[in-house]
């Protein structure tokens, strides 16, 4: 698995989907949560294996099915933006630290996040390759 994990989120041990006969199923499942103690109800979860839609909305994307919290702050939307644009499964090319930035650029490219005055996409995705 590959993503760009955004600032101040926390992904959950990833877990191999089984059949119910043990066969790999090729998909994984997490949860994604924001690290503060306000964060009630909001999470993002891919893979989940039953999600009421009560919870919120899911959408299929390459790696599977993504669902996320219906109420969620402005920033846990980017959050939310950043995750569905970046997750990758299977055999992942890694990206050396050289590339990473542009890689993660490149495959957020179009996906709209708003970021304040003065900051760069950089800033909010990968702070620790901006200022280099």
Same mark, same amino acid.
């Given at each position: 698995?590959?993503l760009g994990?955004?600032?101040?989120? !926390?992904? +959950?041990?990833?877990?191999?989907?089984r059949?119910?006969a043990g %066969?790999?199923t090729?998909?994984?499942?997490? #949860?994604?949560?924001?690290? @503060?103690?306000d964060?009630?109800?909001t999470?993002?979860?891919l893979?989940?294996r039953q999600?009421d &839609?009560?919870l919120?909305?899911?959408?299929?994307?390459?790696?599977?099915r993504?669902?996320?919290? !219906?109420?969620?702050?402005?920033?846990?939307l980017q959050?939310y @933006? #950043?995750?569905r644009?970046?997750?990758?499964?299977?055999e %992942?090319?890694?990206?050396?630290?050289?590339?990473? !930035?542009?890689?993660?650029?490149?495959? #957020?490219?179009? %996906?709209?996040?708003?970021?304040?005055d003065?900051?760069g996409?950089?800033?909010? #995705?990968?702070? +620790?390759? &901006? !200022?280099?």
């Amino acid at each position: 698995m590959q993503l760009g994990l955004p600032i101040g989120w !926390a992904i +959950q041990q990833p877990v191999s989907l089984r059949t119910a006969a043990g %066969v790999d199923t090729g998909g994984v499942f997490t #949860i994604f949560e924001p690290l @503060r103690a306000d964060r009630g109800e909001t999470m993002v979860a891919l893979n989940p294996r039953q999600w009421d &839609a009560m919870l919120g909305p899911c959408e299929d994307i390459p790696a599977g099915r993504l669902c996320r919290s !219906a109420a969620m702050t402005a920033g846990d939307l980017q959050a939310y @933006r #950043i995750l569905r644009a970046t997750l990758e499964l299977g055999e %992942v090319e890694p990206v050396g630290q050289a590339d990473l !930035a542009g890689n993660l650029v490149t495959r #957020i490219h179009g %996906v709209a996040l708003p970021a304040p005055d003065g900051l760069g996409l950089l800033d909010l #995705i990968a702070p +620790q390759l &901006a !200022a280099e």
